[in-house]
C-alpha cells in the first residue's frame, strides 16, 4: 500500500512537472554556468514564488574535475538549494554545443513545453565556444518557436506555437557593459550554497585532482569581487549584470518608491 502511495505520489509530481508552465527559463551550456552567473537571480525570483526552469544543453562531460554522474548530481542539488522549479538536460555532447538545425530545435521544443515568459542565455561573446553557441542557437530558438509552420513533438502530440517576451544574457568569462543589474544582496548567500554544491568543480584542499581555470582558490574571490562590483554600481551590496539587445521599460513609479527609503 505504502508502494503503491509512493507510485501515485511520483507519478502525480512528473504530471505536474510534465504540464509546468514557467515564468523564467534559464539555458546554460553546462551545469553550474547557470549558477555561477545568475544563482542570485533565480532565487531571488523562485523565493518569490515565480516557476524558474534551468536547462542544461550538456552534461558538462569534458570537464578536468569530476564525472558527468558527479555534476548531474551536484545539479540537482543546486537545483533544490535555489528552488528551481524544473532542470533538464538536452544531452549535447560537452564541447561540440554546435549551432545547427539539431539543436535549435531542441530549445524550440523546450520554450514549447514550458512556456516561459522571458529566457535567460550566455551572452554571445565569451572565451568558451559552447557558451558562444548556446547564446546564439537560444536567440534564433526564441524566434522560430513562434512560426507555427515549425513543426515540432511532445511525446508525439504537436506543440503549439509560443514565443517567450524577453531575451537576456547573462555574464560568463567575458564582460560587458550590462543593459539592467539585478540587486542579489538577499540572495547572495542561497547563490554561494548553490555553487558549492558542485564540490568537485571549486577549490577544496584535499582533492587531488587537478586545478582548472575555476578550481583555483582565488575563482570565487574573483566572483564575490565581481558580484560586489555589479552591486556597487546600483548600491547595493551584491549585483548580477545583464545584457539585452532590445529596450528595458523601468517601472518610475516603482523605482521612486524604493528610492524615499534610500540614504543619501
Ligand atoms: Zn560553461
Same mark, same amino acid.
Given at each position: 500500500?505504502?508502494?503503491? $502511495? =509512493?507510485?501515485?505520489?511520483?507519478?502525480?509530481?512528473?504530471?505536474?512537472?510534465?504540464?509546468?508552465?514557467?515564468?523564467?527559463?534559464? @539555458?546554460?551550456?553546462?551545469?553550474?554556468?547557470?549558477?555561477?552567473?545568475?544563482?542570485?537571480?533565480?532565487? $531571488?525570483?523562485?523565493?518569490?514564488?515565480? $516557476?524558474?526552469?534551468?536547462?542544461?544543453?550538456?552534461?558538462?562531460?569534458?570537464?578536468?574535475?569530476?564525472?558527468?554522474?558527479?555534476?548531474?548530481?551536484?545539479?540537482?542539488?543546486?537545483?533544490?538549494?535555489?528552488?528551481?522549479?524544473?532542470?533538464?538536460?538536452?544531452?549535447?555532447?560537452?564541447?561540440?554545443?554546435?549551432?545547427?538545425?539539431?539543436?535549435?530545435?531542441?530549445?524550440?521544443?523546450?520554450?514549447? $513545453?514550458?512556456?516561459?515568459?522571458?529566457?535567460?542565455?550566455?551572452?554571445? =561573446?565569451?572565451?568558451?565556444?559552447?557558451?558562444?553557441?548556446?547564446?546564439?542557437?537560444?536567440?534564433?530558438?526564441? @524566434? @522560430?518557436?513562434?512560426?507555427?509552420?515549425?513543426?515540432?513533438?511532445?511525446?508525439?502530440?504537436?506543440?503549439?506555437?509560443?514565443?517567450?517576451?524577453?531575451?537576456?544574457?547573462?555574464?560568463?568569462?567575458?564582460?560587458?557593459?550590462?543593459?539592467?543589474?539585478?540587486?542579489?544582496?538577499?540572495?547572495?548567500?542561497?547563490?554561494?550554497?548553490?555553487?558549492?554544491?558542485?564540490?568537485?568543480?571549486?577549490?577544496?584542499?584535499?582533492?587531488?585532482?587537478?586545478?582548472?581555470?575555476?578550481?583555483?582558490?582565488?575563482?570565487?574571490?574573483?566572483?564575490?569581487?565581481? =558580484?560586489? @562590483?555589479?552591486?556597487?554600481?546600483?548600491?547595493?551590496?551584491?549585483?548580477?549584470?545583464?545584457?539585452?539587445?532590445?529596450?528595458?521599460?523601468?517601472?518610475?513609479?516603482?523605482?521612486?518608491?524604493?528610492?524615499?527609503?534610500?540614504?543619501?
Amino acid at each position: 500500500m505504502h508502494l503503491f $502511495k =509512493n507510485l501515485i505520489k511520483s507519478f502525480y509530481n512528473i504530471s505536474v512537472v510534465l504540464l509546468m508552465n514557467l515564468d523564467v527559463l534559464v @539555458f546554460a551550456a553546462h551545469p553550474d554556468d547557470a549558477e555561477l552567473s545568475m544563482g542570485g537571480t533565480i532565487f $531571488k525570483l523562485a523565493k518569490e514564488n515565480l $516557476k524558474v526552469g534551468i536547462v542544461d544543453l550538456s552534461k558538462g562531460e569534458l570537464g578536468t574535475r569530476g564525472t558527468a554522474e558527479t555534476r548531474q548530481k551536484e545539479a540537482f542539488q543546486a537545483a533544490i538549494i535555489l528552488k528551481v522549479a524544473v532542470r533538464d538536460n538536452l544531452h549535447i555532447p560537452d564541447g561540440n554545443i554546435l549551432n545547427n538545425q539539431e539543436n535549435m530545435t531542441k530549445i524550440v521544443m523546450c520554450i514549447r $513545453k514550458y512556456k516561459p515568459k522571458i529566457i535567460f542565455a550566455p551572452y554571445f =561573446n565569451d572565451r568558451h565556444p559552447d557558451h558562444v553557441n548556446t547564446g546564439l542557437i537560444v536567440k534564433q530558438a526564441m @524566434f @522560430f518557436s513562434g512560426v507555427q509552420k515549425l513543426k515540432t513533438f511532445d511525446h508525439e502530440k504537436i506543440q503549439d506555437a509560443f514565443r517567450p517576451k524577453k531575451l537576456f544574457y547573462f555574464m560568463q568569462t567575458y564582460s560587458f557593459e550590462p543593459s539592467f543589474i539585478v540587486d542579489i544582496t538577499d540572495s547572495y548567500e542561497a547563490k554561494m550554497k548553490a555553487i558549492k554544491a558542485y564540490s568537485s568543480q571549486f577549490y577544496d584542499p584535499k582533492s587531488k585532482e587537478p586545478e582548472t581555470f575555476i578550481s583555483a582558490p582565488e575563482y570565487l574571490t574573483y566572483l564575490e569581487s565581481r =558580484n560586489v @562590483f555589479y552591486g556597487f554600481k546600483i548600491g547595493k551590496k551584491y549585483g548580477e549584470p545583464f545584457f539585452t539587445e532590445e529596450g528595458v521599460e523601468l517601472d518610475l513609479v516603482h523605482t521612486l518608491s524604493g528610492l524615499s527609503a534610500a540614504k543619501e
